[in-house]
């Protein structure tokens, strides 16, 4: 999505009349639904000046066409500055430019990553070169239309403030400078020609257009990427500051030991890459002949892996690689190279079926490894004894004498890369207050429906290209069908409305099995996996009332085993109870509504909550969130049964 856009003219005389910046902030507010930091505003104002500097040459034709903050298809990634129009030979080009206001970096250990002075302080970061290159990958990557029509990408990058010091242009960093040149203050007219070697006549083939409204390839999705994966290819361009978990994950893992043991805990919420960056250490790490294992708790991605590497892995293989969290309370103390923890949000204390094994997951894990990499986001903890949060896992690191590094992931590669999208829904389910009060469905494919059935239909119909849509819903309804398969489960009645829980016969594979699409799943079944597009039916757990977001963690069934023995924590600790049912509801439905990368599309049984969902979706009706309650209703004795909805 282009933000800004004009020729070369129109751009120049948006420069000269000092309004380049309030150009480009009113198109980012229309065309991506949201503002931006003042810091941000400045810094367009400064850099766009210096580009109209090295673009005052007469050789560059005046109907070239200019692009700023080209958001990449899929992500939310934007590229600082395209300039397009033909060469000599007539060939189609764009040339794309990251644009920094650095003065001073300092070289690192770590492959493409660099040294420099942010507002708030020091840290490491891509290099420029590097981004701009990866930029160019990630395009190439989701537009079908730049290969097919042989649009060329030429990557640079341009720090306009910066002196050549034998840092940011030391030899280190030549491999991606060769890649993407690198122009510093000094090297306007060194940019200039790079330019007009490949500018030489205007944009009269629209080559911003077709890029901007190319086709896009099929979503590429991890679990379908592995088998090439672990055969060493590169199947996802790590990106900013997934490159720096990256490189930096890989230094500590070559300098831990025994006597020096590491933690790494990464932060990142849904669709940052943490499973991507995870399943790249796995492999390059071992590649390093590190012992090396992927650790995570619930079943269904360990599951769906395997289906995946069928053929590609033995199956003891696979188990040396594989692992779920509950089998390290009897290792020997740094026995494992690296432990690479994925969704560590759902490390339990207890391990074994009964939860009668070993003290804590996460100091286990701590202890079996040298070092140990914890892929964390507080806010998809959906059991009440879900214990990996950052600051439980920092606590332990520390009281296992480990060095803690700690990083965050914030690129967003799901929900179409809407990060308006998440905040929206962050913001409407009371999780954190941010500045998206409304949704923009332009922005992601969002839609509530009045009707169950309709709602089906429509992810029947988007399973048909490539079986990769799904119905769930939150756990408000038994689970008979276990002991039955013939017995429907999900009954909405009012609309004849019946759906099956996921059958036992394709277990923990349900989200890829070939005819689960007439099943419905639960958070069980697609946590730590995504979708096309996801259908969701939210049960009465979540409701609208009295203009209050209400949760009532008794509408959940009997048998959903993430609020076990909830009710005997209502008894003893109410407010304690109040707060963990609330949180686990919120980010039940939260991780539900982040599964689909193309579309998310929802049946609320409350309709007061549909109306409040409906009315955020309008700019014109802007609700302040109101504060979350949480209510007990009078509800018959429960008696829980010792196996729900599996996870193990």
Known sequence: MIVYQGSKDE???DVLDNRIEDRILKSFQSNLGQTTSQSEINSWKNSMMYMNNVLMDQAIPSDAMISVEFQIPMTSKRIDFIIAGRDVDQNDNAIIIELKQWQKASVTELDAIVKTRFRHGEKETAHPSYQAWSYVALLYGFNQTVQD???MLKPCAYLHNYTSDNQIDNAFYQDYISKAPLFLK????????FIKKYITYGDDSNILYRIDHGKLKPSKQLADAMASML??????IMIDDQKVVYETAVSLAKQSSETNKNVLIVEG?????????????LVNLTKLGLVCQYVTKNAAPRAVYASKLTGTLKKTQYNNLFKGSGGYFNAEENEIDVLIVDEAHRLNLKSGLFGNLGENQVLEIINASKFSVFFVDDHQQIHIRDIGEKRKILKWAEFDGATVTMLELQSQFRCNGSDGYL?????????????NKT????????????DPTELRKVIIEKNKTNNKSRMVAGYCWDWKSKKEPSVKDVI??????????NLTKDGSNWIIAPNSINEIGCIHTCQGLELDYIGIIIGNDLRYENGQLITDVLKRSKMDQSVRGIKKMIKEDPSKAKEIATRVIKNTYRTLMTRGMKGCYVYCCDEGLANYLKSSLSNSNIYKLPTTQFRIAAEPKIEYRKKGMEEE
């Open 149 to 151: 029509e042989d649009i």
């Open 231 to 236: 055969k060493g290819n590169e199947e996802f």
């Open 423 to 435: 905040g929206w829904l962050d913001n409407l389910l009371g999780i954190r207050d941010t500045a």
């Open 439 to 450: 949704h923009d469905p332009s922005e992601y494919d969002f839609q509530i429906f009045d």
């Open 186 to 193: 000094s090297d306007v007219l060194k940019l200039r020609e």
């Open 269 to 281: 919420g849904p669709g940052t890459g943490k499973s991507v960056v995870a399943i790249n250490l």
């Open 11 to 13: 751009f120049t005389q």
């Open 492 to 501: 909405i009645s009012e609309f004849n409305f019946e759906m099956t829980w």
